[in-house]
């Protein structure tokens, strides 16, 4: 089957892959061969499922997905599955993300769940130390994996489901549509390292150090950064996050959509910062999303 990209109606930058039902259905049998269970004690299970996928598209759904994740003008593609009718549950979505993973590289160990991917809710009531869980605070724009040893190329969320959710849309802001990003990337304190570190739910003992900025192979500026994480060592460092906190919130340039259930965003985590907006309260709000982030294998 042929693939067909499109442009997102925000942003021309962010791709959209659909993936139809007559497709699908071409991976409900060989995806029943391997529970979640066995995708989680054995890897190598989820390289061959990942090769079902690419199999029905003849290989160009791998080369397709490097090809936008990699390029610096582009960085993010949102895979949309044709997924109304019930047989595509929440363990085909899982087995779906699990493929698109495993078709650029490497998941990362996510400390969080001891697994290779983390499911999580978000609620009316919430009692967590992370702001991922805070249903009526805007997640304000971030990169994953700023507080872990691990490289991390790339990240997915998939929204698996969602009920009685109003608000809540997808802010991604690409780094080069960034309006302070020569003023802040080429600030000095932006270059030094900073202490990261994180809440007791994510399971990590220990900090590291490393700058916000550093550019890439070809020069050009990269960030890690998230707002809860950093331990500014002084004044200098402490205000520098302030103004660079502000001048991300305040760009005009953040591309904000909802995101369907069952689809995924798939982006490069060192140019493409995400976060979510508020959602309107409902005592009934209810959002399960799954995320994976890893590196790229080649």
Known sequence: MSINILDHEKSKRVKIVNLKEQDLDKLIFPFKKHSI??????????????????????????????????????????????????????????????????????????????????????????????????????????????????????????KMEETNVSGGESVILHLDDWEYLDELSKDPVGRENFVWSSPKSKNVDYKVEHPVFKDDTNGKPIISYIDQFPEPKNMKQGLYLQKLSDAL???????IFPLTVGSTIFSNNYFWLHGRKAFKKHSGLSRELLRIRGVFSH
């Open 37 to 158: 269970t066995s995708l989680e004690y054995k890897p190598f299970s989820r390289f061959t499922i990942a090769k079902t996928l690419d199999d029905c598209f003849k290989g160009e759904l791998s080369k397709k997905l490097n090809k936008i994740l990699k390029d610096r003008n582009s960085g993010t593609v949102i895979v949309q599955p044709e997924i109304k009718d019930k047989k595509f549950d929440k363990e085909f979505l899982v087995k779906l993300s699990t493929c698109l993973a495993y078709l650029v590289g490497l998941p990362n160990f996510d400390s969080m769940t001891g697994k290779y991917y983390a499911r999580f809710e978000v609620k009316h009531t919430d009692s967590s130390d992370s702001y991922l869980r805070k249903a009526y605070s805007n997640l304000d724009l971030h990169t994953d994996g700023t507080y872990v040893k691990e490289k991390t190329d790339w990240l997915i969320m998939t």
């Open 249 to 255: 919130e305040e760009s005009k340039n953040k591309v």
